[in-house]
């Protein structure tokens, strides 16, 4: 848990406010509900990246070459990222339409059941190729349910929060994010300590079956989160669109293609989470441990960063927040990767958290406000999620595109390196194209 609480409610309106008690409460309670939403939804997805990274190509493609084994794991990991695009039309338009509340239910539902059956599959010896298959069929599965729930808490909470902290309160979704990482990775962190035999045994499903408890809890608290008033006013007015998707790409196409583009700045976690720590233990043989350590102190600090930074945008503008969080995480990929084929354990501590905890957070906590910031209420969950599943595809993908462009020998990381610098310069300069809406009312937000 972050020392970093959650806001308290806003004061109660004087007689005759133009708001209702309930409005001015909500926002604390979306920012609740998103965090603990977001922790749970992404405890599922990390420990997917961390089993492909240190167990999945032993178990379920032993029979090809090692570094072969290494990118089909990977390739798993990324086949998420497939069906998040298909994912974000079908939930983008059920959000739009019917509210965000049913999508953030339903997002969290089908998470806990497709993890859970990661956790009973059989391996490729037990039955063969029919193994990998349904491990694929599983993550799909996954990467359908992420689709959506970013993008419905996102919106969820940016239509609560006051104008003046919209940044702020919608940072919370991704605090979250990174509570589910840094869970995912202190439950494998004990297990990845067992002997060889039994982690590939029976240790690895252990996380998988402990999603079913951090669902339950999830479900629990969002049960009684009540609609956004901005959805409810739509709602009321009849103004909700009939097609959100064709809305959205007559009226607003332009900004769904700069969140395509601006969401490639998630290659800079994909690439760190998942391909560095199979880099550091198994071409550099770093201890597990060691790494899942850095991960985990990253990700601590980066849960008050992320509010931080959120909070600094609420002041000066998302825009320059963004692109200096894009910027200098594709300048600090360089030496971190560098104190990784060292073997430098206090250089690789220092800039594993310096990179993910506090610069790549920078644009991390900004992006939940800017993209949503960029549609009008009628599209924004549709906006949101198609804009971000796309370029999160990349992200997704990254790991299998750094596994197959590594080279061999002390300077094999430079291909990786420079891969992550350009998707980042791309986010910051798609950004560097956008409206700053860091004072434009809710009400005006998406409008030419």
Known sequence: MTAHAIPPAQPMPRAGAAHPPEAVKAPRKAALASWIGSAVEYYDFFIYGTAAALVFGK????????????????????????????????????????????????????????????????????????????????????????AGEQAGANSMTLEHAPDDRRAFFTSFTLSGTQAGLILATLVFLPIAQLPEAQL?????????????????????????LPETPAFQQEEQAHDTAKLPIATLFRVQWADVLRVIFAALVSVVSTIFSVFTLSYAVNTMHIERATMLTVLILANVVALGAIPAFAALSDRIGRRPVFIF???????????????LSQVNL????????????????????????????????????????????????????????????????????????????????IAALSIATARETYRTPMSALGKR
């Open 200 to 224: 590939l045994s029976w240790g690895w499903r252990i996380p998988f079956f402990l999603s079913a408890l951090v669902v339950a809890v999830g479900f629990w608290v969002r049960r009684t």
């Open 346 to 425: 206090p250089l690789i501590f220092t800039f594993g958290i310096l990179l993910s905890g506090v610069v790549y957070s920078a644009a991390n906590g900004v992006w939940p406000s800017l993209y949503g910031e960029m549609f009008d209420t009628r599209v924004r969950l549709s906006g949101m999620a198609i804009g971000t599943q796309i370029g999160f595809a990349l992200g997704g993908f990254a790991p299998t595109i750094s596994a197959a462009v590594l080279g061999e020998g002390p300077n094999g990381w430079v291909p990786v390196a420079a891969f992550v610098t350009v998707t980042a310069a």
């Open 59 to 146: 178990i379920f493609f032993p029979s090809v070459d090692p570094k072969l084994a290494t990118v089909a794991a990977f390739a798993t990991f990324g086949v998420g990222y497939v069906t998040r695009p298909l994912g974000a039309v079908a939930l983008g338009h059920i959000g739009d339409k019917f509210g965000r509340k049913k999508v953030l239910t339903f997002t969290l539902l089908l998470m806990g059941i497709s993890t859970f059956m990661i956790g009973l599959l059989p391996t490729y010896d037990q039955v063969g190729i029919l193994a990998p298959i349904l491990l694929v069929v599983a993550r799909l599965l996954q990467g359908i349910s992420a």
């Open 325 to 339: 969080g894009a910027l200098g995480s594709a300048a600090l990929i360089w030496p971190y990767m560098w104190s």
